[in-house]
């Protein structure tokens, strides 16, 4: 399995075999991650992070996993305090950071931007979330957190929010379908998953039920999958006002869920998961969002060919 130079795209580009690889890297590098042991796996390598969209848990996870494995970080900053304000495009800005790093993260709001960055040079990026196309990264996390925290083989699970611009989910979804998952989608019919997703599911074998109801959807999962509705991303401001309060989980509708429920959310959350629910045994959201550090060391590692 070669993985140094890699480019992190989409979900659709990586094995089996490769995730389970991440998955397994992640396990053996987690005590780094809670700096109950040292490292300097990335000594001497620098990486480049270009974060064109806001983020607290992406961002902040790829820095921590850098600096807990002795490597460097190149932050271009605030996007409003960079050449990008003077017109520069991202192609070059790209050409010019493949100089100064060895790999480049990269967060854009624009949709095929990573895949454009990675076509422009040698150096490998890492999609950390384009618009609404794929969040590859933050699906490594979610599977993980799944096989240390639930089941990940054969997992029942109920994706539900905001399945049209929601990436996390489009990315989960791709990679769920490698491991025998039982998928059902809940949303209202504005926010559906799109149909070439359904259709891709469909061709590798999964066939995922739709519903617009919590209640059913949540009687006899393994584990809840909660995403915010993405306000930023709709056209029209009418039409999030509309579903914008369409998904709500409370104390009270888990009542008979099954005991062993885990609820994950790739957070931020805004007000799809009351925070009553946070006292509850199946929540896991912030569990979750810690993983980001063992997964990303993990794929850091092997991209810069650091291990094997
Ligand atoms: N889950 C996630 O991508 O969070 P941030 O937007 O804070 O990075």
Redesign the pocket.
């Known amino acids: 399995m070669r993985f140094k130079d890699f480019d992190t795209i989409s979900m659709k580009d990586f094995s089996r075999d490769m995730i389970d690889h991440i998955l397994d890297t992640a396990d053996k590098l987690e005590p780094i991650a809670k700096n109950e042991e040292k490292s300097d796996i990335l000594n001497g390598k620098i990486l480049a992070v270009l974060f064109f969209e ?6 902040m996870s790829f820095e921590t996993a850098i600096k807990r494995l002795n490597g460097d970080v190149l932050s271009l900053g605030a996007v409003d305090a960079s050449s990008i304000t003077k017109g520069e495009n991202l192609a070059d800005t790209i050409r010019v950071i493949e100089g100064y790093a060895d790999g480049i993260i990269l967060r854009h709001p624009k949709e095929g931007s990573a895949k454009m960055a990675a076509e422009m040079t040698s150096t490998p990026v890492i999609n950390a ?1 384009d618009g609404a196309g794929h ?1 590859p990264t ?1 699906t490594f996390l979610d599977l993980y957190t799944m096989r240390r925290e639930s089941r990940l083989e054969g997992v029942k699970i109920a994706i539900a929010g905001d399945l049209k611009y929601g990436r ?1 989910v489009h990315s989960l979804c791709y990679a769920l379908s490698h491991y025998n998952a039982d998928i059902t989608l809940v949303s209202p019919k504005e926010l559906r998953m799109p149909r070439e997703i359904i259709r891709d599911l469909k061709n590798r074998g999964i066939e995922v039920k739709q519903t617009d109801s919590m209640e059913d959807a949540i009687q006899d999962v393994d584990v809840l999958y909660v995403t915010r509705i993405q306000k930023e991303r709709f056209p029209d401001p009418a039409e999030y006002q509309r579903v914008s309060t369409s998904l709500q989980i409370t104390t009270e509708l888990l009542k008979n869920a099954n005991p062993d429920l885990k609820i994950m959310h ?3 959350r805004v007000n799809e998961i009351d925070s009553g629910v946070d006292f509850t045994s199946h929540a896991c959201y912030f569990k979750q969002s810690f993983y980001g550090v063992p997964v990303r060391m993990a794929l850091l590692s092997l991209i810069m060919g650091c291990i094997e």
Do not use: A, I, K
């Open positions: 806001p983020s607290t848990r992406t961002r979330g969040h933050q996390t790739p957070l931020p």
